[in-house]
């Protein structure tokens, strides 16, 4: 493979952010993406963590301090039970909250036991379901078997994590969140007024701590182009807040905005308030924009030769998009981790869902197998969208390399391949070239469960070190997988997850409720077919969640052809993805869903699995139609 060109980077610095909130276990790998690409073409690029630093000040003892100062002013009247019990016992939470930081970073592993021992923590609402039924024995070990000590104690401290957060959303902000903060004001919001009246706001404990945090990371890395990535609505406000202070800091720096939540939700931009904070909005993949950028700001590029970029011109947005090539998945470099805090990330662990505690707990090294989907196919999915439909694989030789690296970095052998779906061909050359130089990993990943993965495909998966795999069997109904254009059935997911299942892997469905024409006798239909597959051991983990129709995928572009009505979207200029829809069915979707989540709950604990799935719906037993899956199909199929 050539040597790709080199871009006359000299004393041009790119600084990428990772806004808050993201993850708190491991970098979000957008800036360790960019930042390894546009090194690997002799440009000065850095990267910092805010996400994570935020927390690590609010949740500090000065910034305990500072939030029992925010708690004292609400009336009583308007102190949640999780503020009483924070302002009650704060002085523990100011013993106990280095400490606990610091195990869960790993620095401190034997601290594991006092905490295990539920007498270390001031224990809040968080706590509380733990000890709701006292009779009935551990409740740990009721959830998910007999934690050792380690486990046990980050559990609990995870929850204390949360008791803190509550206090931060009422004392502070409502919209305060590890994961989904202020996604109001981003997600499907055709009005850019609600995220321009919260930016006008006065500072909060929170937006203070992060004006200063973005002070700091602008001081030390002095950037000509600020880079923040923006993967979901619930990071948008907290990357304009770094605009907003960048901006007020330094007006001659120039910011660029991009990620996933533009790359859907923004698409037709024609809000030009934004640019008060930002100077580009780039769409997709972002390596050849940014180098258009880069190249504009040296004067070696008009701007009428920037690539897949919004701007603000004479005070209207104008999209740009000189064609050009795109980075080939082969040259866009190694990820890097070099300057992010990785000794400072937080392993917590969530007790729910064995395939999210994987999300949670361990320090990833982030890679992409291909970029886009193979297979492009599924009528729910975006796939008219560039990170959806160019597809482009990285060789095993060139990926493994990348392991190899990241490796040698990071100190670490844990991969999670990050793949909408990876494809099995890629997945066998990688797990081959692994086995070839012996490397000892562990990974995981998205994939279809298509026939290709057969038991022999499997085993040399696990052999090469994967431990775990999910895959979308949305609605477990033939009729309605049809539809999706999933490309398989109920019979052959069964058999592909039993095959993974026999090797050890540990394997998740995705589970979906409330497509189009779905009725009620499809939902229990596919609840027996969820609990028939977790009895006969081919699944370990699920998790339903609601259709939600997109502007950009095959429902939304035809929904004729799927049988619904989509309602009118308001008129805005800034954000449009998700678009309501009548479904001449008139399915309750959102009843049925509680008895599905209820359901996956119970299943995952090996509880109920036995039980009429009628009876998780909170339906009269006269409304509710029995399954037309007999008992015993998947075992027949096996």
Known sequence: MKAAPKVDG?????LCLIPPMTQLNTPYPASAYLTGFLRSRGIDARQDDLALKLVLELFSVAGLTQL????????????????????????????????????????????CHRIASRGFLPEGPRFWPLDADEDEGDPLA????????HDRARHLATLYLNDLADVVRDAVDDRFAFVRYAEQLASSQASYDPMAQALAAEHNLIDATLHRLTLQALHAHRPHLLVLSVPFPGALYGALRIAQSARAHDPKLKICLGGGYVNTELRELAEPRLFEWVDFVTLDAGERPLLSIIEHLQGRRSASRLQRCFTRVQGEVTYTHWVE???????VGTPTWAGLPMAQYLSLLDLLNPMHRLWSDGRWNKLTVAHGCYWKKCSFCDVSLDYISRYDAATATVLVDRMEQLMAESGQSGFHFVDEAAPPKALKAMAEEILRRGLRVSWWGNIRFEKTFTPELVQLLADSGCIALSGGLEVAS???????????TVQQVARVTRSMADAGILVHAYLMYGFPTQTVQDTVDALEYVRQLFEAGCLHSGFF?????????????????????????????????????IDPTGTDHELLGRGLKKAMYNYMHGIGLDRDVRTWFELPRKTCPKPTVRPGTVAAWL
């Open 325 to 331: 090539p795109d980075v080939a998945f082969d040259e």
């Open 10 to 14: 000299a004393g041009f610095r790119v």
């Open 68 to 111: 029992r100062a925010c708690a004292l002013k609400l009336e009583e009247a308007q102190r949640s039970a999780a503020v009483n019990q924070f302002l009650d016992h704060h002085a523990r939470y100011l013993e106990t909250i280095e400490a606990t930081l610091g195990f869960l970073q790993g620095r401190d592993p034997t601290l």
């Open 545 to 581: 969640h609601r259709f939600a129709c997109t502007v950009h995928s095959p429902v939304g572009l035809d929904p004729q052809a799927y049988g619904i009505e989509l309602l009118p979207l308001p008129e805005g200029a800034f954000a449009r993805n998700d678009v309501a829809f």
């Open 142 to 149: 009721w959830a998910f078997g007999a934690l050792g000590q």
């Open 478 to 488: 033939d009729r309605l997988l049809a539809l999706m254009k999933k490309g398989v």
